[in-house]
């Protein structure tokens, strides 16, 4: 373990690598203490716990529904000239003034406005962080630093989870209402954000361009539809984006109504806080570990282990009904979440032109985070309709499965 956490950075690997403690911070607080709020402000309001997941569900779709549709526009921008950081610097102030505007929000509808006003800021933030990626570190080093980005984000986004859980779980021992305690915890996750993002925005030059030309943004969709027309003819690219827009898909849709579903079976706050955090520390060596048998293993063999493993997941998620179960379920999520996450970046960075990382990531954006719109629909609409959470979170393993197949396709094309 010890040698894991020796590695050699760069100073721009290592500012990098901050970006993702401090978005992971705000990542985790979506994915926690935010819902238990949404769910004391719905109850408020007499909604049933298939009525919170399934609006919970709408307002995720949203917001990956209009940041796939964004994401190629922006990313095509941000590969002129000085583009690119100032693309990311603009919608990193949306994403950290939304976290403090969640403070202003007291009922369950104003919740949901700002948090997809908020969020949409942060998904937009991540196309232009993760084409940083060739700017910042060589192309042998993709796997390794993707990694660590993912591993230094689950370990760094403890400090604010552990200063918000305190005063949300211990409200009562400082004199505050939930209300106020939520304040304080958006506030912390806000400032945490903001510092470890400083220093990204210090030292980053865009190494890789396209010099800047008149009528960018006529120039923007010329380029975009000649690199669509280029990724269809490389089938191998082509397959992969249509099997990462499929199981990242279902992997997103696990992280973003993990809590929201425990809520909805009936789990305390308490144990859905814990466990979540348990998934962070079990993330961060295991994510360490992915980095570092990328150099004994291929990127793509490493890749079908993260899949097989969501599948068996994704089936003991649907038979969870004890506090136990959902202890287990986030260690098994904590083994793989990040290997699969970082792995998938570089591996997609090594297929691209440097001088294009943001048109490409802002197109795989659009296959990611657009594709999400699918999976946080599909369970929020069949939990709707059947008014069983589980049957709603089984329709994860079909995507999971499908996404196999076509990484598969692409794997055999690249050879």
Same mark, same amino acid.
């Given at each position: 373990? #010890?040698? /894991?956490l020796?590695?050699?950075? %760069? &100073?721009n =690997?290592?500012?990098w ?10 990542s ?14 719905? #109850?408020q =309001? ?10 919970w569900?709408?307002a995720t ?5 209009f940041?796939?549709?964004?994401? $190629? ?6 590969d002129?000239?000085g583009?690119?950081k ?8 949306i994403?950290i003034?939304?976290?403090? *505007? ?5 009922s369950?509808?104003l ?5 997809v006003i908020?969020? /949409?800021?942060y ?5 232009f ?5 060739t ?10 630093i993707s ?13 604010p989870f ?21 304040i !304080? ?7 945490w ?7 990204? !925005? ?9 010099p800047? #030309? %008149? ?10 539809k000649?690199?669509? &027309?280029?990724i ?5 690219? +082509? ?11 279902? @992997?997103?849709?696990i992280?973003s109504?993990? %809590?929201?579903?425990? &809520?909805?079976l009936?789990?305390g706050?308490?144990d !859905?806080? /814990?466990? /979540? ?5 079990v993330?961060? $060596?295991?994510t ?15 890749i079908?282990?993260?899949?097989f493993?969501?599948?068996?997941i994704?089936?003991? *998620? @649907?038979t969870?009904?004890?506090?136990i179960q ?5 260690i ?16 997609f960075?090594?297929m ?6 943001? =048109?490409y990531f802002?197109?795989l954006?659009?296959c ?6 699918l999976?946080t +629909? !599909?369970?929020?609409s @069949? %939990? ?7 049957m ?9 499965i499908?996404g ?7 794997v055999?094309?690249?050879a």
């Amino acid at each position: 373990m #010890q040698k /894991l956490l020796k590695q050699k950075v %760069t &100073k721009n =690997e290592r500012d990098w690598i901050l970006y993702d403690v401090g978005n992971s911070g705000y990542s985790l607080m979506l994915a926690t203490i935010l819902p238990i709020y949404f769910n004391h402000l719905a #109850q408020q =309001e007499h909604l049933s716990s298939a009525q919170y997941l399934a609006y919970w569900g709408y307002a995720t779709s949203l917001i990956t529904l209009f940041v796939g549709f964004i994401g $190629p526009i922006f990313g095509s921008i941000a590969d002129f000239q000085g583009m690119k950081k100032k693309l990311f610097i603009l919608f990193l102030t949306i994403g950290i003034v939304g976290c403090y *505007a969640l403070n202003l929000a007291h009922s369950w509808w104003l919740l949901l406005i700002v948090y997809v006003i908020s969020k /949409l800021g942060y998904s937009s933030s991540l196309i232009f962080y993760d084409a940083m990626l060739t700017d910042i570190t060589t192309k042998e080093r993709y796997d390794n630093i993707s990694s660590l980005g993912y591993a230094w984000g689950y370990i760094g986004s403890i400090v604010p989870f552990v200063l918000s859980i305190g005063l949300v779980l211990g409200r009562n021992a400082f004199h505050l209402s939930l209300t106020a305690a939520m304040i !304080l915890a958006f506030s912390i996750t806000a400032t945490w954000w903001l510092i470890n993002s400083l220093p990204l !925005l210090k030292v980053y030059e865009q190494k890789y361009y396209i010099p800047k #030309q %008149t009528a960018v943004l006529k120039n923007t969709f010329s380029r975009l539809k000649k690199t669509l &027309k280029a990724i269809y003819h490389q089938k191998h690219i +082509f397959y992969y984006l249509i099997s990462f827009c499929l199981y990242i898909d279902g @992997v997103n849709t696990i992280i973003s109504m993990a %809590t929201a579903y425990g &809520k909805a079976l009936g789990l305390g706050d308490t144990d !859905l806080l /814990l466990a /979540l955090l348990v998934t962070q520390f079990v993330a961060f $060596p295991a994510t360490i570990v992915f980095a570092r048998i990328t150099k004994h293993f291929k990127t793509s063999t490493l890749i079908y282990v993260c899949l097989f493993a969501y599948v068996g997941i994704t089936l003991f *998620a @649907v038979t969870l009904v004890h506090p136990i179960q959902f202890w287990m379920l986030a260690i098994f999520v904590g083994l793989f979440q990040g290997g699969i996450q970082g792995l998938s970046r570089s591996y997609f960075a090594g297929m691209i032109p440097a001088s294009q990382s943001g =048109e490409y990531f802002g197109i795989l954006d659009v296959c990611g985070k657009g594709a999400a719109f699918l999976g946080t +629909f !599909l369970v929020s609409s @069949v %939990t709707q309709i059947t008014n069983r959470e589980q049957m709603g979170l089984g329709v994860l393993i079909i995507i999971f499965i499908a996404g196999l197949y076509f990484f598969h396709k692409s794997v055999k094309l690249k050879a």
